[in-house]
Nanobody, 125 residues
Framework: EVQLVESGGGLVQAGGSLRLSCAAS????????IGWFRQAPGKEREGVSC????????YYADSVKGRFTISSDNAKNTVYLQMNSLKPEDTAVYYC??????????????????WGQGTQVTVSS
């Protein structure tokens, strides 16, 4: 059974940091890219960051470049999203997702095969 389990969300003040984790199981981790997406109330789901498990290539949305860092521990089948200098507009439910192979648009949620349940991140001003 494929599982993606997010953890690490919570409430933080603006300027603070959180580290999200995405633990994957049930598929060959090295064959997939793992992406982080977020969805705020009333808004569409948007891509935040993505990492290729095979070669470590990373991608970031412009809104988080320089503040967020994605990394992967292939031995633990886990991907992390370190979020620094958080802003109130980062408030959303954060989801991780797995994409088999690669995509020309790695921050587009449509091609992703598997999704986690999400973790809430709330940044207070």
């Amino acid at each position: 059974e494929v599982q993606l389990v997010e953890s690490g969300g919570g409430l933080v003040q603006a300027g603070g940091s959180l580290r999200l984790s995405c633990a994957a199981s049930g598929f060959t981790f090295d064959d997939y890219a793992i992406g982080w997406f977020r969805q705020a109330p009333g808004k569409e789901r948007e891509g935040v960051s993505c990492i290729s498990s095979s070669d470590g290539s990373t991608y970031y949305a412009d809104s988080v470049k320089g503040r967020f860092t994605i990394s992967s521990d292939n031995a633990k089948n886990t991907v992390y999203l370190q979020m620094n200098s958080l802003k109130p507009e980062d408030t959303a439910v954060y989801y991780c997702a797995a994409l088999y192979g690669s995509s020309w648009y790695p921050l587009n949620p449509r091609p992703y095969d598997y999704w986690g349940q999400g973790t809430q991140v709330t940044v207070s001003s």
